[in-house]
C-alpha cells in the first residue's frame, strides 16, 4: 500500500483496498462478467464520514471517482481502472417503521435488504425485477419493477434522500428541503452526489400471485396481439410484468423437450390472489400454453424469482413505444427468433401506462407516460458470442426505432451517447438537469454515470 493510501486509512471505519490485498478481486467484481477493471483504490465506507474522507482523498489525488452500490451497472459504471471505486456495500442498514409505513435504507443496500426487512411486516416498495441491483442506482436511475402500474416506479416512493457531495457537504433532499434536487434525484441518477441515506414509503402488500406462462414461438403473433388488446381495454393495474423470448428454463413444471428451446413467455405479478391473477389474464391462458406455473408466492420470492448468478456477459438496450401495432409485433417476433438460444438473454416487452403514466410531468423522465417499453438484454456465457448479442441487441432496438417514442428509459440501456442521456429526460429537463449539476457537482466529480453536464452560461 502507497503512503497516499494509508492518509486515508488513517480514521477509515471501512476497508481500504489496493491491488494485491485480499479481497481486492472480489471487491473489483461486478454483475456483467464482460468489465474487467482494476481501480486503484476501493474505499468500503461503513459510515457518512469515511464516504466524506474517500471523496475528499480521490479529489486530492486527482482520480477519477466510480461510485458502487448494487454494482449492476450494465456499462461498468461502477468501477474504473486507476481511479478510486467509493463502494457502499458496507452500508445496507434497512429499518422499518410499522406506524408510518416507512423504511429507512441505508445507500448500499440491495433490494434483497429492503425485502427481507420489510415482508414480514406484509408491506413492501416497488424495486426492481432482480434482488440484487442495487436500491442506490436503480431509485436514482428512476426503478422500474413488477408493481409499477400499481404504484408507480420506485423513485415515486422516495420521502427523502440524504448526500454526499463532491466537496463534502451532507444534504438532504425531500419535498420540502431542496426540492429542485429531490426532482433531480428522481431518473438523473448518481450525477449529484454519494447517496447515504433513503426513505422511502411503503405500501400494503399482504398476498402477491405469480405466473410464468410458455408457449411455443408458433403461438407469438396471436399471444402478442391478445396481450396488446388486452393492454388497450385496460388491464387491471394489480397485474405487473410483460411477454419475453427466452430460453426454456429447466424448471420441473417444463416438459424435458421445452427446455432449453426458444420460446415465448408471460412474466407476470399481481398485487392479489391466485384467483383474481387467473381470473385478469384469462384470455391468454385460453390460448393453451405448453407449460404454466400460477401462485401465490411472498413478495420477496418474486423478487427474486429471476435472479440470474453473476458471471454472464451482458449487452442491454431499450426503446419506447407509442403504440403497438400489428407491424412493431412483427418486427418484435422476427428479433425474438434471432435472440441467441440457449442462454439467459430475453427479449421483453412490457406495458407500461397506470402510475407509471401519473403524473409523469412532475417528475425528469417524461418518457414514463410510454405505452410500451421493449428491453433486449443479452446474457452470454462465450466471449466469441459477443458480436452475435451484442449486434442482435443493437439491430433489436433500430428495428422498433419507426414505432418508438424517441425517448428511452436509461436504467435498461447501457453507455450509448450524449443524444441517448439527453432522450432520457427531453431537452428542457435536461437542461434543467444541468442547473441542478452545476449547484451540487460543478466540477462533474460524478461523471461515470449517464452523465449530465454542469451548466455553464
Ligand atoms: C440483473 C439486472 C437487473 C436489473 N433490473 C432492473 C429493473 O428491474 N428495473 C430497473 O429500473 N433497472 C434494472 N436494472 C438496471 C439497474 O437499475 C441499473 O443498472 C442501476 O444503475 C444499478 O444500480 P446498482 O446500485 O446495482 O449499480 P452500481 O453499478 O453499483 O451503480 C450504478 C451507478 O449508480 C450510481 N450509484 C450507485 N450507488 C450510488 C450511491 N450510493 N449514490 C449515488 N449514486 C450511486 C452511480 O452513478 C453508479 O455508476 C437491472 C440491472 C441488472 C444488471
Partial sequence: MTRTHVSLQQ?????VLTQGDPGYDDAREIFNAMIDRRP??????RTVEDVKAALAYGQREGLDIAVRSGGHSV???SVIDGGLVVDLRLMNEVSVDTDARTATVAGGATWADVDRACQPHGLATVGGRVSSTG???LTLGGGSGWFERKFGLASDALISVDLVTADGREVTASAEENPDLFWA??????????ATRFVFALQPLPVTAFALLLWLPETARTLLRTYRDMVDRGLPLDLGGGMAYLTGPPLPFVPDELQGRRLIGMIATYAGSEAEMRSAIAPLLALNPVASMIAELPYTEIQSALDDPPGFRNYWSAQHLAALSDEAIDVFIAQGEAMLVPSPSQHLILPWGGAVADHAENWPQPHRSAAWVVHPFGLWEDPADDDYVISWARNAVAGLQPYSTGAVYLNFIGNEGEDRIVSGFGRDNYDRLTRVKAEYDPANVFRLNHNIKPWTP
Wanted: net charge neutral.
Fill in 11 to 15: 480514521n477509515f471505519a471501512g476497508i
Fill in 40 to 45: 486503484a483504490v476501493i474505499a468500503q465506507c
Fill in 75 to 77: 456499462a461498468g459504471a
Fill in 135 to 137: 436500491v442506490a442506482g
Fill in 185 to 194: 434525484l428522481h431518473g438523473g441518477g448518481g450525477n449529484f452526489g454519494v
